[in-house]
């Protein structure tokens, strides 16, 4: 059994401690909003918080997550995180999905990079294209995207 704390519920997953982060989420708990992409960590589909930092799901074992927080888009979306509402709203706002299926790792990076930022700060575009760079759409909405981040950061200030 392999004890893990996920959107802040403790859990006990019976399950390889090889598995990916991802599959625990997806398979075992029924958390379907992180996506699969590439299975190699390259394009950020399934980005998730692992106390408070961005990794990538596809490719961290649950072993490695042990005892620590875990946090996902259905968490930050649908919880009381100030910064992820601010996120969700500018997404909303700004038209930012078209397929919609790199959203959850995009918001995921967004409110990892936001959360980084001294409060009052308001990030360069070259600050939230950084940020951003490991997640990729293929939509093409990066100028919808940094437009969202720019505008959730001053919501937060």
């Not at 990916?20 to 699969?36: E, H, M, S, V, Y």
């Not at 709203?89 to 409110?111: E, F, L, N, P, R």
Request: glycine share 10%; hydrophobic share 45%.
């Amino acid at each position: 059994m392999t004890p893990l704390n996920v959107n802040g519920r403790p859990q006990a997953l019976d399950a390889d401690p090889g598995t990916p982060i991802l599959w625990a989420l997806r398979d075992n708990l029924g958390l379907t909003g992180t996506k699969f992409g590439c299975g190699a960590a390259l394009c950020g589909a399934c980005t998730v918080h692992l106390n408070g930092q961005a990794i990538r799901s596809c490719v961290t074992p649950i072993s490695a997550a042990a005892g620590q927080k875990i946090t996902t888009i259905e968490a930050v979306t649908a919880g009381s995180d100030r910064i992820g509402k601010a996120v969700h709203a500018a997404w909303v706002k700004h038209d930012v999905a078209q397929c919609g299926y790199c959203q959850s790792g995009q918001i995921m990076s967004a409110t990892a990079f936001l959360k980084t930022l001294p409060k009052g700060k308001q990030p360069t575009a070259a600050e939230i294209d950084a940020a951003m760079a490991g997640n990729l759409c293929r939509c093409g909405t990066y100028a919808r995207i940094r437009a969202a981040v720019a505008d959730a950061a001053r919501a937060l200030a």
